[in-house]
């Protein structure tokens, strides 16, 4: 909640959370694209858990790695501090000092296009909401949610961060007895990928484990409207595959 919902102003930044101790260097590699494509802040969502846990994976070489080219601008014709990218809405990347790119700092609210200092109330709101539709339009930047096991049925196990391993562990399970649950794992907590609305509502129920009282599922249901179920442990200790096992057959039987 803090990470998602704690900037002052309205003021929303991405937010990814990585799934395994492997899966800590993808994301913080995909944070990085993230912030210089779309140019904003990320929060990269580890845990405890993830930070003491370990797995085998093998580290690339550079020449493997993704490159993210930020092309800065140089020329002063035309150039705009708060000017846009009509598809990201990221603005120019221009280096401090440049001259004729100078770029005004201090103010409480900068005016659109222009970066000069602004009171006016209408152009408040409106950089409000510019900077809320920036984050949303990731969105279409990041890869749809991926359902483990069929696109539909009567129950999704919804997880983010280091309950990953427990809650694919008792799904496959249970879909080795042939119950019908499916299972989610999301990588992008802010903005959600653009098919999880679609996907929550293929299922009859929704179960969110998570280790604290249910923020994850306040979102959902707030997003979506959907009357997700918690499951919630906040006791220093990560879930066990068993609690996950038995939350999902109680919820299966009614």
Not at 23 to 30: G, Q, S, V
Not at 78 to 105: K, M, S
Not at 131 to 143: F, H, N, S
Not at 159 to 187: C, D, M, N, Y
Request: aromatic fraction near 8%.
């Amino acid at each position: 909640m803090q990470a998602i919902l704690g900037r002052k102003g309205e003021c929303p930044v991405a937010v990814v959370a990585p799934a395994t101790p492997a899966d800590c260097y993808t994301m913080a590699i995909e944070a990085f694209r993230i912030a210089t494509k779309h140019m904003t802040p990320v929060f990269f969502l580890s845990d405890g858990y993830l930070g003491n846990g370990a797995e085998p994976w093998k580290i690339p070489g550079p020449q493997d790695l993704p490159k993210f080219d930020v092309k800065f601008r140089t020329e002063k014709e035309g150039f705009q501090p708060y000017l846009r990218d009509p598809n990201t809405l990221a603005r120019p990347w221009a280096v401090p000092g440049t001259p004729g790119l100078e770029h005004r700092i201090g103010g409480l609210e900068k005016e659109d296009v222009t970066g000069n200092v602004s009171y006016d109330p209408e152009n408040h709101e409106k950089m409000v909401r510019l900077r809320a539709e920036k984050i949303a339009r990731i969105a279409d930047d990041i890869p749809p949610v991926r359902v483990m096991g069929k696109d539909t049925g009567r129950l999704l196990v919804v997880g983010w961060g280091s309950t990953f391993g427990a809650i694919a562990s008792a799904v496959e399970e249970l879909q080795a007895k042939g119950q019908p649950v499916s299972s989610i794992h999301l990588r992008y907590l802010n903005p959600f990928p653009a098919n999880l609305g679609d996907v929550l509502k293929r299922f009859d129920k929704v179960l969110v484990p998570e280790l604290n009282l249910g923020q994850l599922r306040t979102l959902i249901r707030a997003r979506y409207l959907v009357d997700a179920i918690g499951l919630n442990k906040v006791q220093g200790k990560p879930f066990r595959v068993s609690e996950i096992t038995k939350a999902i057959e109680g919820i299966l039987r009614g």
